[in-house]
């Protein structure tokens, strides 16, 4: 029995997370392990909530809006039990199972934003194995996170194409000893990690052709179906700056090692170089799904009716270097990373709100950038990384990117 909980549920990845336990609940085969969803967690999409937790059938459902939970609590009361806010959602994260009694759940974190943060250290000190889609939260904590699963055992196994496909490399590369936490030994045979990048709706295109693009444009990935936040980030090319933040805590490995190449087709998802100049790469169809379902049933492989790559028909893989002149948001990614400390989290949040506010029509595309530069730039505090000291520089970069 695999418990699961999926913080995000109501969310892209989420839905994507639940569809994949459909299917696995629907394709049983002798071998397969059985998966029980514990626990569900939103913000406030009361109607999408409700048919979740009828399909489902969890013990908790958290809405992080309180209004949102009394809706769902009048419809959906006698079913399981509600609850709201960010001690539901720690709540959530921290649930575990009952067959066998208190066994660890496998937490999909799927929420946007810094938000994803507290609740991951809740399930961490639980005891429970993080399936991560949360990317903002290594980015911000990564120094605090990737020591506390190590004290606790846990696992977290990362849901995007890119960490996921790395990580299969380096499993199947054997990189991690069996039956132990891939934390406690880097590899030394790693050259070099390439993360690959689609370069989004506006590859190509210069600092002049961006000028006026729109909120609908910027939101038309070619290749990926994603939510509206990580869409954007993938027009700017911040997604991949965060990506590169988050694989160096993922793998441990320093940035100068971690590269990024452009790869239109969306194919292969990330490539690992060894230190003798062979490279691994990681192929699949570009289908959330598949990523998702990998970490869900890890170490297992289980069978799907998901996209297959046919090979049978002609195509080609390009690959060239980023432009970090007209997608700047890359470059001052590595520029958080070199300076350390809690440059990371103000990118982070400068990002946030920079995003937000143009999907509002408040700034153009290319402020984006501009906002999360000067924020970094007025940053000047040397403070310990702690809880505390990131939840005060995000709380600073908030303010200050609304100025």
């Known amino acids: 029995m695999k418990n699961i909980v999926v913080l995000g549920s109501t969310g892209s990845v989420g839905t994507q997370a639940l569809d994949v336990l459909h299917g696995l609940r629907a394709n ?10 514990v626990a569900l967690a939103a913000h406030s999409n009361v109607d999408l909530m409700e048919e979740q937790v009828r399909e489902f059938s969890p013990k908790l459902a958290v809405m992080y809006d309180e209004k949102a939970a009394v809706e769902l609590k009048r419809r959906v009361g006698g079913l399981c039990e509600v609850d709201f806010g960010m001690d539901g959602l720690r709540r959530a994260a921290s649930l575990r199972g009952d067959f066998p009694p208190n066994s660890p759940s496998i ?13 991951t250290i809740a399930a961490i000190e639980s005891g429970n194995d993080i399936a991560l889609a949360n990317k903002e939260t290594l980015v911000c904590a990564g120094e605090i996170i990737m020591p506390l699963a190590k004290e606790h055992g846990v696992e977290i196994l990362p849901i995007d194409s890119e960490h996921s496909a790395i990580f299969q490399c380096l499993a199947e590369h054997g990189g991690w000893r069996e ?12 050259e070099r990690l390439i993360l690959t990048a689609s370069g989004g709706p506006f590859r190509g295109k210069t600092l002049l052709e961006m000028k006026d693009v729109s909120v609908e444009q910027a939101l038309a990935h070619p290749n990926w179906s994603m939510g509206k936040k990580i869409s954007i980030d993938s027009a700017t090319m911040m997604n991949k700056g965060l990506e590169v933040i988050e694989g160096r805590c993922l793998f441990d490995m ?20 060894f230190c003798d100049g062979q490279v691994l790469a990681q ?18 492989r289980l069978s799907n009716n998901f996209g297959r790559i046919d090979f049978s028909r002609q195509f080609s893989l390009d690959f060239s270097p980023p432009d970090m002149i007209n997608f700047p948001c890359l470059a001052l990614a590595y520029a958080s990373l070199k300076k350390g400390g809690l440059f990371p989290a103000v990118l982070n949040t400068a990002n946030e709100v920079a995003v937000a506010r143009f999907l509002n029509g408040e700034i153009g595309f290319l402020d984006i950038p501009k906002i999360i530069e000067r924020t ?7 403070l310990r990384v702690d809880v505390d000291s990131i939840l005060h520089a995000q709380k600073w970069a908030a303010q200050e990117a609304l100025i």
């Open 28 to 37: 049983r085969t002798s071998n397969a392990r059985l998966y029980e969803v």
């Open 107 to 119: 937490v999909v974190n799927a929420l946007v934003g810094a938000i994803g943060l507290l609740p």
């Open 179 to 190: 039956n132990q936490s891939r934390h406690e030994e880097p590899n030394r045979a790693v």
């Open 254 to 273: 320093p940035p100068e090692k971690i590269d990024v190449v452009l790869h239109p087709q969306s194919v292969v998802h990330s490539m690992v170089e």
């Open 283 to 300: 192929l699949g169809a570009p289908d959330m799904r598949n990523v998702i379902q990998y970490a869900l049933t890890y170490p297992a």
């Open 376 to 382: 970094m730039s007025a940053y000047n505090e040397n």
